[in-house]
Nanobody, 130 residues
Framework: QVQPVESGGGLVKPGGSLRLSCTASERTFSSYAAGWFRRAPGKEREFVAS????????????YYADSVKGRFTISRDSAKNTVNLQMNNLTPDDTAVYYC???????????????????WGQGTQVTVSS
């Protein structure tokens, strides 16, 4: 069992950047596939990006929603036991609460359904506004 904890949210102007981090005290966190989801006001939670666990493959694989491809980058820092989401060229449509998630299922499955998510963080607010 892991408890993801997000940090790094805040207020940024359109075109700006933010870096979200997700960490867990449990060392087993690195073996889980991890990802980021978001929920904008009045909308359902949606997939943003996911990354494979470090124990599963020798090659890390990442997956992105079409709306963030080319702007967002997900990565893992095994030494710090964290999963990061670098967000560039932000727009007001990116305003949402961002949630970190972990699962024993393949990372690619996170882009299909939230039902396979085993653990959720509490969320961090990202607001893009001038």
């Amino acid at each position: 069992q892991v408890q993801p904890v997000e940090s790094g949210g805040g207020l940024v102007k359109p075109g700006g950047s933010l870096r979200l981090s997700c960490t867990a005290s449990e060392r087993t966190f690195s073996s889980y596939a991890a990802g980021w989801f978001r929920r904008a006001p009045g909308k359902e939670r949606e997939f943003v990006a996911s990354i494979t666990g470090t124990d599963v493959r020798t090659t890390t694989e990442t997956y992105y929603a079409d709306s963030v491809k080319g702007r967002f980058t997900i990565s893992r820092d095994s030494a710090k036991n964290t999963v990061n989401l670098q967000m560039n060229n932000l727009t007001p449509d990116d305003t949402a609460v961002y949630y970190c998630a972990a699962t024993v299922y393949p990372a690619q499955a996170m882009g299909v359904t939230t039902e396979i998510v085993d653990y959720w963080g509490q969320g961090t607010q990202v607001t893009v506004s001038s």
